[in-house]
């Protein structure tokens, strides 16, 4: 192997250090403003680090009490969680199959373009129809009627993401596993499922994280605590007419760990699924 010289090693260390830096320093400030007093915010000049460390409004927002705050933010993150991992199953669930179909059969990779080419569409043109859809089924302000939504986006994201995992793995594979006797759904669950792992975890983690993070629809098809989601929630904090923003900071902090908390457990498969199809025998 050949040897890196020690200047472009430093040089690789220091891009990874200012990647880091431009990466964690608006996280890093979120939590700072988290726990700030609110004088530390207002101050001129600025104060970079609190005189006094606050970390009451994590007790706020975690408080079950009854028509509190934190009740509203807990229930709201509870169908955050809900919606994002229905609709992140569902897309799963729809893209695996869609996703070898097209990879199997070239000459259906058409309709996989025409679905995607959907994504080009702002989302305020489908609004009309999609909130006319649901208020016809009742499902209005409703987990699953919100989960249902998010499908329509996710299904054709994941499908692509699949598609590629599975283009990596070579056909013979399978048609030797056939040969053998292997029925199709065999095959799949035995050979080609395993083999895609990596693709499915990273496609399952992109997609909660679209869910978990998706704005619009939510606004739109929620009114309530009955089905509204942390994004909602978190702007909710912000319509006042003061507002309290080491408050929101807190709230961006909270709902940052759930993705953050799954990445890291998913982090093996992650680095695995993105690499796939990067190198071919």
Request: aromatic share 10%.
């Amino acid at each position: 192997m050949e040897r890196q010289s020690p200047l472009f090693s430093a040089f690789i260390h220091v891009c990874a250090l200012l990647l880091a830096a431009v990466i964690l320093a608006p996280i890093a400030w979120l939590f700072v403003m988290s726990i700030s007093p609110a004088a530390d915010l207002a101050a001129k000049p600025l104060h970079w680090w609190p005189q006094t460390m606050d970390f009451s409004r994590y007790a706020m927002l975690l408080s079950t009490a009854e028509n509190s705050a934190g009740a509203a933010f807990v229930a709201s993150l509870v169908n955050s969680i809900e919606v994002a991992g229905m609709a992140t199953i569902a897309g799963l669930a729809l893209a695996i199959p869609s996703a070898w179909a097209v990879s199997r059969t070239p000459s259906v990779s058409w309709s996989l373009y025409m679905v995607i080419a959907t994504y080009m569409l702002p989302p305020v043109a489908l609004a009309v129809p999609l909130y006319m859809g649901l208020a016809h089924l009742g499902m209005l302000n409703n987990v699953f009627g919100l989960a249902l939504v998010y499908l329509t986006i996710l299904a054709p994201f994941t499908t692509w993401l699949m598609k590629s995992g599975f283009d990596s793995i070579p056909r013979e594979i399978e048609a030797a596993a056939m040969m053998d006797g292997a029925g199709l759904f065999a095959t799949l669950r035995i050979i080609t499922l395993p083999l895609a792992a990596p693709v499915m975890a990273t496609s399952a983690l992109f997609a909660f994280l679209l869910a978990w993070d998706e704005f619009f629809y939510a606004l739109l098809f929620t009114s309530d605590q009955r089905a509204k989601t942390l994004t909602v929630a978190i702007a909710d904090l912000a319509g006042g007419r003061v507002s309290d923003y080491g408050l929101i900071a807190a709230a961006g902090v909270l709902a940052a760990l759930p993705p953050v908390v799954i990445g890291l457990f998913m982090q093996r498969a992650l680095i695995s699924g993105l690499t796939s199809g990067g190198v071919k025998g």
